[in-house]
């Protein structure tokens, strides 16, 4: 089992910044990638940015090229997400997420193996 545990969320104004953690333990021998998924009240929940493991490739999601960042400090198995130019539209709870698949397959097919436990990120306008 991985074990991913999220911290960084909160409440910002329109163009304000975060940055989410998400520290990862356990089996981690068994994960090629890692990332961050959205999801909005009443939506489903989308894909963001994903890493892979060694943090060599990075995949994002177009609405937020440009704006957030997503890196990963190895030698801490813990994945950032920085948030730059926030907008009432990136509003949701945020989810980390670890995969024993490639970083370009989680873009793509949305699907983790492991998840946290979310954390929300409100935007105000």
């Known amino acids: 089992q991985v074990q991913l545990v999220e911290s960084g969320g909160g409440l910002v104004q329109t163009g304000g910044s975060l940055r989410l953690s998400c520290a990862a333990s356990g089996r981690t021998f068994s994960i090629y990638g890692m990332g961050w998924f959205r999801q909005a009240p009443g939506q489903e929940r989308d894909f963001v940015a994903t890493?892979?493991?060694?943090?060599?490739?990075?995949y994002y999601t177009d609405s937020v090229k440009d704006r957030f960042t997503i890196s990963k400090n190895n030698a801490k198995n813990t994945v950032y997400l920085q948030m730059n130019n926030l907008k009432p539209d990136d509003t949701a709870v945020y989810y980390c997420a670890a995969g024993k698949t490639t970083a370009h397959n989680m873009s793509v097919t949305g699907r983790g193996d492991y998840w946290g436990q979310g954390t929300q990120v409100t935007v105000s306008s």
């Open positions: 890493i892979s493991w060694r943090g060599f490739s990075t």
